[in-house]
C-alpha cells in the first residue's frame, strides 16, 4: 500500500530553520505531483506548496512565498520542504500529500502522511 512518512520536524526559535522530508513507498513517486499542508490547533487544514512530478514547477502559499522552498529528489522518492525565517505562526502539524491523478498536477489529493510537528518558539 502508499505509505508517505514525515520526518524533521521539531521546536525552533522564531527565525530559525527546519527542512522537513517526507519519503514515499508503494506508488511509483515520479508519476505524481507532491504536496506539503499544515494544520494549526483549532484551524482547518491549509496548502502550503506544491511541486510537479518533475520538480520544473512549484506552487506556494503568499503565506510562506520567499521563506519556504518545497523539492524532490526523484531517485531516492523523497520530498523535502526547507523553512528559514520561521514564524511563531508557522506552528503546526505538517503533511505531505500525493496528487490524485498521475502525469498532471491535479491539485486533488490522494494519500497522506502521518504529520510532523514544527513548534516556532520566540
Known amino acids: 500500500q502508499v505509505q508517505l512518512v514525515e520526518t524533521g520536524g521539531g521546536l525552533v526559535q522564531a527565525g530559525g530553520s527546519l527542512r522537513l522530508s517526507c519519503a514515499v513507498s508503494?506508488?511509483?513517486?515520479?508519476?505524481?505531483?507532491m504536496g506539503w499542508f499544515r494544520q494549526a490547533p483549532g484551524k482547518e487544514r491549509e496548502f502550503v506548496a506544491a511541486?510537479?512530478?518533475?520538480?520544473?514547477?512549484?506552487y506556494y502559499a503568499d503565506s510562506v512565498k520567499g521563506r519556504f522552498t518545497i523539492s524532490r529528489d526523484n531517485a531516492k522518492n523523497t520530498l523535502f520542504l526547507q523553512m528559514n525565517s520561521l514564524k511563531l505562526e508557522d506552528t503546526a502539524v505538517y503533511y505531505c500529500?500525493?496528487?490524485?491523478?498521475?502525469?498532471?498536477?491535479?491539485?486533488?489529493?490522494?494519500?497522506w502522511g502521518q504529520g510532523t510537528q514544527v513548534t516556532v518558539s520566540s
Open positions: 500529500a500525493t496528487d490524485r491523478v498521475p502525469r498532471y498536477y491535479s491539485g486533488t489529493w490522494a494519500y
Open positions: 508503494g506508488r511509483t513517486f515520479s508519476d505524481y505531483a
Open positions: 511541486v510537479t512530478r518533475s520538480g520544473s514547477s512549484t
